[in-house]
């Protein structure tokens, strides 16, 4: 079973029964996206059965958090895993704790060692300057041994001096083997299919190079404004919020090497030398290959813009809107462009990776297509996730010989044989229980990405480079 590393350890003087210690308990992430993924991991059976759970907060109840979960479950809820929830809710209990305050951790202690309980998991769903405390806390009431796990929710940090400030303090308490920090893209099914797509089939591979590949396009777009996300978005921007994790992940899974197996650690030293290897972005190449923009209101006046949403009287010059023309400096990719785009208020929410491969040699059939129509591999992850190779077909003309673009398409969803789809962060949460760190980011990883970053946000200062406004619904600046 799922876990059993924690129930069986032969090595351990004391045989007492996991626990997960959710801090954070009735936030709008653990509510969202967190109790679900813990009550499908319940129903599927990847939860110890002899694992308990704790919803940590500073105030509430486990009758109030039985309320907030019953409505929060609802859409979890079927025929076929209703009756599990009485189950789930009996294993879950609320404990009231000040993060910061270290006498409450005493307490905790002490209803896990009634319980006759350890530490397993604990997921920090917590703003990251309480990283540092609460692993000091849980060390010091004795809630740390070599079993603990600890879940780090992102963002750590805003820079990399900040990243570098919080992982030293983990690091006084936990080994890096033992730090878990998740960024819930690398839970989605279409982003682990890169590594199937690349390294499973043979037709790929030979071709993924500078030889064959024209350039590579990964847009993030989402339809919505920050709304009630002002404060923390305008301290972050799109830079910090989506590019440093999200967009740099997906390109290290593009752009990175085979790895020597398909343990955690080889598939994360190939991913960090992408990371390593991104061509600087300065001050005298910003203007050629970064454009920061904000959404202002709709043409229309239904949506508002950015500053319109504040909720401070101030007016920012945060990016909502970010594009940036990268290139990986290695033997693989040399010369090819990885457009990185990125925005709030924009006219739809999708995700979707484009490959573009290069003109044959020589066209051999009279009018050669339209330039922009290329051989292209489209990777779509939002709304649906599918597969589509774009290749060049001729057209049923008994007159001329024209070729006209048609599409393989591989619809992921059918692909699954009826199979439960999984959420990203239930895939994670499972994989953290199982000790498999492969979709974790290490710390080398989140520093290498930082260091990129800090240097774009040096470059755009330095530059005094404009802030481009663009109205809500629309597609964004333009880049290329």
């Known amino acids: ?149 600890v879940i780090l929710e992102k963002p750590i940090g805003k820079n990399l001096a900040s990243s570098r400030a919080i992982s030293d303090g983990v690091a006084g308490a936990l080994a890096e083997s033992q730090t878990y920090r998740i960024d819930h893209y690398l839970g989605k099914e279409a982003v682990q299919n890169l590594l199937a797509l690349r390294f499973g089939n043979a037709i790929f591979e030979p071709l993924w190079n500078s030889h064959h590949i024209e350039s590579v396009h990964i847009t993030i777009a989402e339809s919505l404004g920050i709304g009630g996300r002002w404060s923390y978005y305008d301290k972050s921007g799109a830079l910090r919020d989506m590019v440093q994790n999200h967009m740099l992940q997906l390109i290290s899974l593009i752009a990175m090497e085979p790895p020597v197996n398909g343990s955690s650690e080889a598939i994360r030293n190939e991913k960090i030398k992408v990371l390593q290897a991104l061509h600087p972005i300065t001050e005298a190449n910003f203007a050629d290959r970064v454009i920061f923009g904000q959404y202002s209101a709709s043409a229309d006046s239904r949506l508002p813009g950015y500053n319109e949403e504040a909720d401070a009287a101030e007016v920012s010059d945060t990016e909502t809107f970010v594009a940036i023309k990268a290139y990986v400096d290695n033997w693989r990719w040399k010369g090819v462009p990885f457009y990185l785009k990125t925005g709030k208020r924009l006219a739809s929410k999708h995700t979707e990776v484009i490959i573009t491969f290069k003109e044959v040699p020589q066209f051999l059939f009279g009018q050669k297509p339209d330039a922009d129509l290329c051989n292209r591999l489209v990777i779509q992850m939002q709304p649906d996730e599918s597969i589509t190779l774009e290749i060049f077909n001729k057209t049923p003309d008994v007159h001329e010989f024209v070729l006209k673009p048609v599409a393989l398409n591989l619809e992921i969803n059918e692909a699954g044989n009826g199979k439960v789809r999984h959420i990203a962060y239930e895939r994670l949460i499972r994989d953290a229980i199982k000790g498999d760190r492969t979709l974790f980011v290490r710390r080398d990883e989140l520093e290498q990405a930082w260091a990129w970053i800090d240097r774009i946000h040096a470059a755009r200062k330095a530059a005094q480079a404009p802030l481009l406004h663009y109205p809500a619904g629309c597609h964004g600046p333009d880049f290329e």
């Open 1 to 149: 079973m799922l876990g059993d590393e924690f129930i069986l350890a032969p090595a351990q003087a004391t045989m007492t029964a996991p626990a997960f210690l959710l801090f954070g308990a009735h936030g709008d992430l653990a509510l969202r996206m967190l109790w679900p993924s813990l009550f499908r991991l319940h129903c599927d059976g990847s939860l110890p059965e002899e694992m308990a759970l704790y919803g940590v907060s500073r105030s509430g109840a486990t009758a109030e958090l039985h309320a907030h979960l019953h409505k929060a479950l609802a859409d979890e809820l079927n025929e076929g895993n209703r009756h599990r929830l009485d189950a789930f809710l009996a294993k879950t209990e609320f404990v009231n704790l000040d993060a910061g305050h270290a006498a409450d951790y005493v307490g905790l202690a002490d209803i896990l060692q009634r319980a006759d309980r350890h530490v397993a998991i604990s997921y920090l769903s917590m703003p990251p300057d309480l990283f540092t405390p609460i692993v000091a806390n849980l060390q010091s009431a004795g809630l740390i041994d070599p079993r603990t796990r």
